[in-house]
């Protein structure tokens, strides 16, 4: 069976660079990113990052506290019932993060903008406050001209903004189900991964479980990233820990509390980065990292039902380590 199927550790040395614009889909303690994704960066030691998130999670808030971002643009950076993201504010506060700052409806619309090719996307949000006339990116100017410049519209005469669309050059998407080839179904709240997936110019699905190509033949309505939008694919349960994945498993509330403490000081991240980072060299150490019994309990969702139409489509993880040796790796 061809396949894109490639270890973690490979996407990353082939498919990011230091400097590059990176994009991660959805957000949100409860909402699935490809956390993992950003920690093998970390593991790879890539730097000056410009960090693109529609809704910053636990990912950007790690990234930012170990100074592998020194640009973000997001629409939202809390943790919700957790606090503000302690790793990002140190990032901001200390200056070696520009952090540009949008509605959540601005970041969907760039990134339908960027998925459509507009040279610009028309804003009636944003505009006439200070979202459009601080930035981050010029924070001696005001009014900022640059962040979202005004235009005129040829029909009405009206005076609106204008966004610059979003094009990241790489975009890591957390999926519920993948085929081999990359066919994606997403099971929760997307938070822009459907346009997400349209506007960057490469990406990797990061899938926490993998399925026949027969289940996609069966539900290709709910098809959300085709294959043909995919670069590669990568096969990593529990990608989205400390963040749930509807139907597969909750937020580890506990650790999440964890992790913010501890990005919120230097010697905390730097410990965290020993500990949760660092320290796993494959997939079965990273679960074991977890705790087995933690993960059962995790597991045990309210939201598992979901996930049933699916169950007799998904690989065991002997048949994805199979697929994964005939795949992009090789």
């Known amino acids: 069976m061809p396949n894109k199927l490639i270890s973690l550790a490979e996407a990353v040395r082939r498919f990011s660079w230091d400097g590059m614009q990176y994009a991660s889909g959805a957000a949100l303690p409860i909402g699935s990113d490809a956390i993992v994704f950003g920690r093998e960066l970390l593991r790879q030691k890539r730097k000056d990052l410009h960090a693109i998130f529609h809704c910053s999670g636990q990912q950007l808030n790690l990234l930012a506290a170990a100074g592998a971002a020194t640009k973000a643009e997001c629409g939202f950076a809390a943790l919700e019932v957790v606090g503000f993201a302690n790793g990002l504010r140190r990032a901001v506060e200390s200056g ?19 998925a459509l090719n507009w040279p610009f996307v028309p804003a009636t949000v944003n505009i006439g406050s200070d979202l459009q006339y601080r930035s981050a990116f010029s924070p001696d100017e005001f009014p900022a001209r640059s962040k979202i410049p005004s235009v005129t519209d040829p029909f009405s005469g009206r005076e609106i903004g204008a966004f610059s669309p979003l094009r990241p050059d790489v975009a890591a998407i957390h999926v519920t189900l993948a085929d081999p080839n990359g066919n994606s179904i997403l099971l929760g709240t997307e ?13 990797v699905v990061i899938a926490d479980a993998l399925v026949d190509p027969a289940c996609i033949r069966q539900y290709p309505n709910l098809v959300r990233i085709p294959d043909i939008l995919v670069e590669a694919v990568v096969y990593w349960p529990f990608a989205a820990w400390p963040h749930s994945s509807p139907g597969m498993y909750d937020m580890d509330e506990e650790h999440t509390f964890f992790m913010n403490k501890a990005l919120a000081s230097e010697q905390g991240t730097a410990d965290y980065i020993r500990d949760f980072v660092e320290s796993y060299s494959d997939l079965d150490s990273y679960l074991d990292l977890i705790g087995r019994e933690k993960i059962k309990t995790l597991s045990a969702s309210g939201s598992s039902f979901l996930l049933d139409p699916y169950r007799r489509w998904i690989f065991a993880p002997e048949d994805v380590a ?9």
């Open 191 to 203: 938070w822009s991964r459907f346009e997400l997936s349209r506007a960057a110019k490469k990406v």
């Open 96 to 114: 070696r993060l520009a952090l540009e700052d949008y509605s959540n409806l601005a970041m969907t619309l760039r990134l339908l903008g960027g």
């Open 322 to 330: 199979s697929l994964t040796a005939q795949g992009l790796s090789t």
